[in-house]
């Protein structure tokens, strides 16, 4: 017998003739009737595909509460019973108005097949049952479906889920998550809407100037229902139980119930993640956003502007999301909440980046976009508190947040090289531009939006300092990038014009007029964040002046805009320069300067700085018009007055004196 070149030889083997080309191939005889094996290696211990895979995942290892006490109230409980304890917490928050309870809720991806090859229900890590099932009054076609819950998974999982499933997620060559947000690529502060009733209307700030729409309780309920409701319909929803505030004996307890793998990864990245210990008594959540922002509110419901609505409830403690997917409203609405509780409990919420010295020393930097918030407050010398996100307790500060959402336009290594960095495996970015083959990320590319984000833990920041906490605050900073170039680069504040500054809030931006001549505008937000304050900014301001006298810190005013004539006669003062200002601010050495009174303002400024040329200390000394100095500074002066007309009548202090003090803080002609 033979094949091609091969014989059959007379042990039962089978050879090939010598030769340079082909090298001698043979087999070992069979012995009887016996079939061949393959002895190459060991064998898995699997007899389908799907038993293989199964083999793949272990099951994360088992823990225990974080605390004694905790232990022994779950000593007896099974994994099996806390999990149906969590299940049914979670049918309790997606409980509609027309069921008395929630609906059948069951742990796991309806695509993960069990070992008979069905899907539902599904287990949880494809191991136990994990299933919660209400009793429903009435038959109707939630109470006879599943809705799978995929339960604080992690980031690898949600990756798996968001390219899956969700169109327009990639990963990218730096191993960030690229997701697309839909139509809305920012905040919608015109579609948001906060409840009024009998507790917010005398406890919020309401009328001119206010950022709070407000909206009655039962068109929230409405809204409430259909978001509830488009979740319910669902084959899965996203839930993530996590923390709010890094100072234990403050901290709140967020649920954010979601549609898409990329909400829950953003928020996963956004909110501070608990430990497994923590999660097993999580509870009952103190606050619940319900994010059904794939779904429109319905436009012809009372209140309703547009598709898109953000409504929040302070008496329910509820964040209902219908009709845009951006996953910043989520951060700041969050933020508004605690804005609102933390006053209630004589702790002054802020919005500002804060970072401490290897001494200890802590500062906070105030400013709108573009003011160099994220720049100066980044210092490699310095530990990393927070970005964006604060709270000033009786003890100190910490952290709201735990992560950072940084602003990716024209992003380098070379400017940002903290923020480029963090930018790799578990980081969202949002409505960035990538190569479609290398998937390289081109950070100029705006074809999507101007507004590109990232999202990423806090820990990717490599001076961060975890647990995000510090002691009472020292500095006191307030940015303002003034294109008017009338400001000093830096100014020593007391109390009263801390407090005026403060509630004032402004910046100036370049901004093109109708002839196409470039010119700079004023903008001002109270408490550098008016979109998310919820009591009259004075109130805010009067804890931050009690909190800065009593623990002795010094307020400043650092100009990092023009100097010598505003935009496009003078130049932007050297970034070097104000890193030598904040520096000498750090250090304390600018507290010994040398100062003098400026007119208008009467801010107290330094002589001298070292390292930084006199002449731009005050600005009337670096403009060639001195004219046109005075006539400037005049008019902004002006807008600062018009701009506080809006807080002027608000009375607060003894007699209203303290109103009196700030006023009298302000530009005087």
Not at 137 to 166: C, M, R, W
Not at 199 to 213: A, D, F, H, M, R
Request: hydrophobic fraction near 35%; charged fraction near 20%; proline fraction near 5%.
């Amino acid at each position: 017998m033979s094949a091609g070149n091969g014989n059959a030889n007379g042990d039962g083997g089978f050879s090939f003739p010598k030769g340079p080309a082909m090298p001698k191939i043979t087999t070992g005889a069979k012995r009887g009737s016996e079939i061949c094996h393959d002895d190459s290696g060991p064998t898995v211990k699997a007899t389908t595909i799907d038993e293989l895979h199964s083999l793949q995942k272990k099951r994360s290892a088992p823990t225990t509460p974080i605390n004694q006490s905790a232990a022994a109230a779950f000593a007896a409980v099974s994994e099996e019973e806390r999990q149906k304890i969590q299940l049914q917490s979670i049918s309790a928050s997606l409980a509609s108005l027309t069921r008395e309870s929630g609906p059948k809720v069951v742990r796991g991806d309806p695509a993960e097949k069990k070992a008979d090859g069905s899907t539902t229900p599904a287990y949880a890590h494809g191991q136990h049952h994990s299933i919660f099932s209400p009793d429903l009054g009435a038959v109707s076609d939630s109470s006879l479906k599943f809705t799978h819950v995929l339960y604080n998974l992690s980031p690898a999982e949600l990756y798996e889920q968001a390219i899956k499933y969700e169109k327009g997620s990639f990963i990218t060559s730096n191993g960030a998550l690229a997701t697309l947000s839909g139509a809305k690529t920012g905040r919608a502060p015109r579609d948001k809407r906060v409840v009024r009733d009998a507790t917010t209307e005398g406890e919020l700030w309401w009328g001119k100037g206010s950022p709070n729409i407000e909206m009655d309780e039962h068109t929230f309920m409405v809204n409430r229902e259909r978001a509830v409701d488009y979740l319910n319909s669902l084959e899965k929803v996203f839930v993530n139980d996590q923390y709010l505030n890094w100072d234990p004996e403050n901290r709140i307890k967020v649920r954010i119930v979601s549609a898409r793998a990329y909400h829950s990864l953003f928020m996963h990245n956004m909110c501070i993640r608990p430990t497994p210990e923590e999660l097993e008594s999580f509870g009952t959540p103190d606050f619940t956003i319900y994010n059904a922002g794939q779904f429109p509110c319905n436009r012809y419901t009372h209140y309703m502007t547009s598709s898109t609505s953000v409504d929040l409830n302070l008496s329910r403690r509820e964040m209902v999301i219908l009709g845009t997917q951006y996953a910043g409203e989520m951060k700041k609405g969050l933020f508004s909440v605690m804005h609102y509780l933390m006053p209630k409990r004589r702790i002054l919420s802020l919005h500002s980046g804060c970072n401490m010295g290897k001494d200890g020393d802590v500062a906070l930097f105030f400013g709108l976009s573009g003011t160099g918030k994220t720049t100066l407050s980044t210092d490699h010398n310095r530990y990393l508190i927070g970005d964006d996100e604060h709270c000033w307790t009786e003890t100190g500060v910490s952290n709201i947040e735990g992560g950072c959402y940084a602003k990716c336009v024209d992003l380098s290594r070379e400017k940002e090289p903290d923020i480029w960095n963090a930018i790799k495996f578990g980081t969202v970015l949002e409505n960035v531009v990538f190569d479609e083959h290398t998937r390289e990320v081109d950070y100029s590319d705006k074809s999507v939006t101007e507004n590109t984000r990232a999202a990423y833990p806090i820990e990717f920041i490599p001076n961060a300092k975890i647990p995000c906490v510090g002691p009472h605050p020292k500095n006191v900073i307030l940015l303002a990038c003034d294109a008017f170039g009338v400001l000093p680069p830096v100014s020593k504040l007391n109390l009263a014009q801390t407090m005026y500054h403060f509630i004032s809030g402004y910046t100036a931006l370049v901004a093109g007029t109708e002839d196409g001549i470039k010119e700079p505008t004023a903008t001002f937000s109270a408490c550098f964040g008016a979109a998310f304050i919820m009591l009259h900014p004075t109130k805010y301001a009067a804890m931050l002046a009690e909190k800065m006298k009593t623990q002795g810190a010094t307020g400043w005013l650092v100009n990092t805009g023009w100097s010598g004539g505003s935009y496009g006669v003078g130049n932007r003062i050297k970034l070097a320069y104000t890193r030598k200002i904040i520096d000498a601010i750090h250090s304390g050495s600018l507290l010994k300067a040398n100062y003098k009174k400026t007119e208008i303002f009467g801010f107290e400024i330094p002589t001298e700085i070292e390292g930084i040329p006199s002449e731009i200390l005050d600005p009337v000394n670096s403009w060639s018009d001195k004219k046109a100095h005075k006539e400037t500074l005049l008019k902004l002066g002006g807008l600062f007055k018009k701009n506080f007309e809006t807080f002027a009548n608000h009375k607060i202090g003894v007699d209203g004196k303290l109103t009196e003090e700030i006023l009298a803080a302000g530009p005087i002609f």
